[in-house]
Structures are given as C-alpha cells and as structure tokens.
C-alpha cells in the first residue's frame, strides 16, 4: 500500500471545479507504454512520455462498477482492466458489476476496510452511493467518481464525466453541416429512455443545436437502450413519418435493432448519426453501406481514465501538462463526431454492441 494514503485530502470549495477536455486527460496521464502512440482514447492521442510514466509505489485501486449488461459498461470495466494492466504500479481490485444498490455500498465498504489506496467508482445510483462514498473519502481513500455523480461534492477526489449535453450538440451541429441549406429537411430522434437526466441533456443539446441552423425535431420517439427497444421505436417512428432526412439515435447498442428496423422496411432516404461510439457503429461507418452516417462518442474510457487519475492521486502526482500540482476536480470528456473521414482515429478504442 502506497504510504501516501493516510495523506489528509482538501476539501476545495465546489465552485473552484475544473473542466478539462479528454485530450488535456490523455496527454497528462500518459501511458507507461508510450510507443503505442496510435491509439488514444481522444482521437489524437498525444502520448508523449512524461516523469508520471515511471514506475512509484505499488497502489492497489478498488473498482466498482454496474453489471454489464450493456455493451457500454462492458467496455467501461474492460477498459479499466487493460489500463491498470498497462502500469507495473497498479494493482486492481474488480468487484462483481451490480446493478443492486446494497451489494455495491457493501462492496465499497469492503474495499474501505481492506484499506486500498483508492477507489474508482461508477455508481448504479449516484444518490444512493453519495454516503458510502464519503466513509471512503473521510477514512483518507480518495474516491474517483465516474459517470454518475454523486449528491456531494465531497463525496470524490476527482469525477470524471462524459458530456450528454454535448453528444447533443455535435449531432445537431452535424445534421445541420448536411442539412442547414434545407429548411425544410425532417429530422428525428431516437432517444433513449426519457425519465433519466442524461437523455434529456441529450434531447436539449439536439434541439439546440438544430435551432441555430433553422431546423427542429419533426418526429421523435424513445426506447430503452436495448436491441429490441430501438427495433420497436424505430418501427413506429418508420411507420408515423412517410419522409425522413436524417435520424439521430442516442445509443448505438439500441442502434442495432434501429437499423434492423431500417433494413426490414426498406428505407434508405435519410442519414443516421449514432451515439456512444461502438465498434461495430464504427465499422459499418468504415463499410459505408448502410445508412449509418457518422456517430458521436461517449467514451467508454471513463474509468479508464479514472484509474489513471486515481494512480496519480495515491502517487501524490499531478498532470504533466498543467502549471497546477494537483489533480482537478472535475474533467469533463469530449463528444467528438467519428465519420468516415476520421474512424480510424477512434475505432481502436470503441467498445463492442
């Protein structure tokens, strides 16, 4: 266990966050293998060696996550097993993934009395998780929040976030590039499922950006995330509007069952943008026969990135690539569009559907 660990943690007033984007993150927290400098996680991976890829005191980092039962959270956990394989410094604690509230808490309890020297955290229920997760930031453990925050900026050293409001705005922004010249152009939207914030910033973000190029969202339907939800929406979506120019589809698990739904009924008059970023997505983008168009990333990165920070943090390190010793607050990850033009940029991170 790093002796760092008993080290007291400032609590900084939440108005100080920062907000940094994934090529700040990826340059900072650069791999300890950085002759493999075609794959990062943002696109351009600047992977340029830093003091930080050296090898210090052993950490042992416990992660908790939900079931992967998503292809999302699938990559979410795969993606932090290879990175803490990537360092000879890390050691890496994987609980079972949980969609049970209780058995989460008891797993974070665990990993507080075994003592780790910190814990990444991608809560089933943030609220429900802020508790535990202040036992673990009061005992001295520095907790690295991802995804879903908690309800107290105590609760974690460090969260680390994808950007639904965003994903949003880069798809709105590029249906308009294809269609701002149309005024006329029917646009629909594939949400995901509409109770929860995340499709509602992503919904806002849409709307948004379409209303700067004189567009809106003629015909929208919602789905669950899942292969048989999107095949459902995307029928009666197919079934209600006669005429589509483009489509945007918040998820690209239940994109599977949205093209299928496409296929099945013969249209190919529109364009689709995707969301998330899964391999397979990226593929059929790279193949360019079908209508899937381009998709907008929400990196499957995050714990990734969030044993990268927590590395840092129990090794008192700081990012290589900013004036200021410690490490932010908040970093908030970018939701870059992937076409043909530049897949080959992102695929090799991309989880699969």
């Known amino acids: 266990m790093s002796a760092t660990r008993q080290r007291p943690f400032r609590r900084l007033p939440y108005a100080t966050?920062?907000?940094?984007?994934?090529?700040?993150?990826?340059?900072?927290?650069?791999?300890?293998?950085?002759?493999?400098?075609?794959?990062?996680?943002?696109?351009?991976?600047?992977?340029a060696a830093s003091d930080n890829d050296e090898a210090g005191d052993t950490v042992t980092i416990g992660f908790s996550a939900p079931a992967a039962d998503?292809?999302?959270?699938?990559?979410?956990?795969e993606a932090a097993r290879a990175e803490a394989e990537s360092y000879e410094d890390v050691e890496l604690v994987v609980a079972e993934g949980t969609n049970d509230v209780s058995t989460q808490i008891s797993q974070v309890e665990t990993f507080i009395n075994d003592g780790v020297d910190a814990i990444v955290l991608l809560p089933f229920d943030g609220a429900a998780m802020?508790?535990?997760?202040?036992?673990?930031?009061?005992?001295?453990?520095?907790?690295?929040?991802?995804?879903?925050?908690?309800?107290?900026?105590?609760?974690?050293?460090?969260?680390?976030?994808?950007?639904?409001?965003?994903?949003?705005?880069?798809?709105?922004?590029?249906?308009?590039?294809?269609l701002g010249d149309?005024?006329?152009?029917?646009?629909?939207?594939?949400?995901?499922?509409?109770?929860?914030?995340?499709?509602?910033?992503?919904?806002?973000?849409?709307?948004?950006?379409?209303?700067?190029?004189?567009?809106?969202v003629d015909n929208r339907v919602a789905a669950d995330f899942t292969v048989e939800g999107g095949e459902e929406a995307a029928s009666n979506l197919l079934q209600a509007a006669p005429q589509i120019d483009a489509i945007w589809n918040h998820d690209d698990d239940q994109g599977v069952g949205v093209l299928a739904a496409i296929e099945s009924a013969?249209?190919?008059?529109?364009?689709?943008?995707?969301?998330?970023?899964?391999?397979?997505?990226?593929?059929?983008?790279?193949?360019?026969?079908?209508?899937?168009?381009?998709?907008?990333?929400?990196?499957?990165?995050?714990?990734?990135?969030?044993?990268?920070?927590?590395?840092?943090?129990?090794?008192?390190?700081?990012?290589?690539?900013l004036v200021e010793i410690e490490i932010p607050r908040q970093i908030v990850?970018?939701?870059?569009?992937?076409?043909?033009?530049?897949?080959?940029?992102?695929?090799?991170?991309?989880?699969?559907?």
């Open 17 to 47: 966050v920062a907000l940094l984007s994934a090529g700040v993150l990826v340059a900072g927290c650069t791999s300890n293998t950085p002759e493999d400098s075609g794959s990062g996680g943002g696109g351009g991976g600047n992977t």
């Open 70 to 77: 998503h292809g999302w959270m699938a990559g979410i956990t």
């Open 130 to 178: 802020t508790p535990v997760a202040l036992q673990a930031m009061e005992a001295g453990i520095p907790v690295i929040n991802v995804d879903r925050e908690f309800d107290s900026p105590f609760a974690a050293r460090t969260t680390v976030l994808g950007d639904n409001y965003g994903m949003g705005v880069s798809a709105g922004t590029y249906v308009c590039e294809q």
């Open 182 to 216: 149309n005024p006329d152009a029917v646009v629909a939207e594939i949400a995901g499922i509409d109770s929860l914030p995340l499709t509602q910033d992503r919904s806002q973000g849409f709307a948004d950006a379409l209303a700067e190029c004189g567009l809106d």
């Open 266 to 321: 013969g249209r190919d008059e529109f364009f689709m943008v995707g969301g998330a970023g899964s391999a397979n997505a990226m593929r059929a983008i790279q193949e360019g026969n079908s209508v899937l168009q381009a998709t907008v990333i929400y990196p499957s990165t995050q714990a990734a990135d969030g044993v990268r920070l927590a590395r840092l943090i129990a090794q008192d390190k700081a990012l290589s690539d």
């Open 333 to 353: 990850l970018n939701a870059p569009v992937v076409t043909a033009d530049n897949v080959d940029q992102y695929i090799d991170t991309a989880f699969e559907s």
